[in-house]
């Protein structure tokens, strides 16, 4: 019988900086917790406000970079260096900062992009069918990169991060899932292409509900309160059924 999820553990902190000093102690944790029983450190990240929010681990003197492999829980179907780009943001905020080497980041496959797309990434797809074709043929392959990934290193049934950090938009969305989304119900896929987000850019991939891994979610936005707040939750669950990773 699979474990019950544990429950989520809120906290709260007065600024921004004191949330990513705290941030940057809890994944130095999980990574040394990870190294010492596998040998490496699996890592997904979003964007939003989050990459800003990683800047503490530049100079973080515990990182161990040579162990981490970074996924991205979602991207937007962009090229690597667009604005809209998550990778891009953490690039920026703290990935190019780092001794990281490329090959242990894991972003789309931006050769799989249209001409429509490369020459107009965020416009609205003149060939609806061959931009959905697209869209469906990125996500498929970030999926095989996680089979790749995680059958080879440890044999997993199904992909078992050591740390998914996802933040939350104002909506309550999170990775690319937004309320009343029929992606909200995929049981099956582990990476799903967004052709429609209600938040632009519309076109996107994301990590589906198949996953539920030891992830934190973490909000500067500042809650109505008379002091302003802002909030770290984790949380810590089994995965659901999904396909075999071999």
């Known amino acids: ?8 553990v809120l906290y709260s902190f007065e600024d921004v900086p004191n949330l990513c000093e705290s941030l940057a102690n809890f994944i130095t944790k999980a990574q040394s ?40 829980a979602d991207e937007r179907i962009v090229p690597l260096d667009h604005p809209d780009s998550n990778y891009a943001a953490c690039a920026k905020a703290f990935l190019d900062h780092v001794p990281i080497k490329r090959e242990q980041i894991h972003t789309i496959n931006t050769a799989l992009f249209t001409d429509a797309t490369k020459t107009d990434p965020t416009g609205e ?6 931009a959905e074709n697209e869209a469906v043929e990125i996500a498929d392959d970030y999926e095989q990169q996680l089979v790749h990934t995680f059958a080879g290193a440890n044999s997993a049934r199904y992909p078992t991060f050591d740390l998914i950090l996802l933040g939350m938009g104002p909506d309550g969305h999170t990775c690319s899932l937004f309320p009343g989304h029929e992606l909200l119900s995929e049981s099956a896929r582990w990476i799903a292409e967004v052709e429609d987000s209600p938040k632009p850019p519309s076109r996107r991939i994301t990590f589906t509900y198949v996953f539920h891994p030891f992830t934190m979610i973490t909000s ?11 909030q770290m939750c984790i949380c810590s669950s089994r995965r659901r059924k999904g396909r075999d990773a071999s």
């Open 1 to 8: 019988m699979p474990g019950q999820p544990s429950a989520p």
């Open 125 to 130: 797809p003149q060939d609806k069918e061959a």
């Open 33 to 72: 917790d990870a190294i010492a029983k596998r040998g490496n450190f699996t890592i997904a990240l979003s964007g939003g406000s989050l990459p800003n929010n990683l800047k503490n681990l530049i100079n973080h003197p515990d990182i161990q970079w040579d162990k981490w492999q970074v996924f991205f």
């Open 220 to 230: 500067d936005h500042q809650l109505p309160r008379p002091e302003p707040r802002f």
